[in-house]
């Protein structure tokens, strides 16, 4: 099983995750594998699928740490995209990660 991390979401008009930057975390060492590059939510809901866990980092002010992790969620049209697992936790839901332009 692989460990991923997202630092920063871009979200559609509705408030779902359309893209991230993430990348593999070495949990040995807890840094980057590999570093972080931009993907569609689709890497993610992937990623997920196959069994990898997925975390969200939320800025400090000590660098970016892990708070909570993705899980999938299935929309009637088809479409998948990530959400935050578990109930809502002030000052760490998707809205209050870093923004990817666009």
Known sequence: MKVYAVSKVRLDADGRITHVLW???????????????????????????????????????????????FRVVDYDSGWETISLDGPPTHEREVHDMERLPG
Request: aromatic share 6%.
């Open 23 to 69: 990348g593999e975390v070495d949990t040995r060492r807890n840094e980057w594998a590999d570093g972080e590059t931009v993907a569609p939510v689709a890497d993610a809901v992937r990623a997920l699928h196959t069994g990898h866990e997925v975390f969200a980092l939320f800025p400090s002010t000590h660098g970016h740490l892990p708070e909570r992790r």
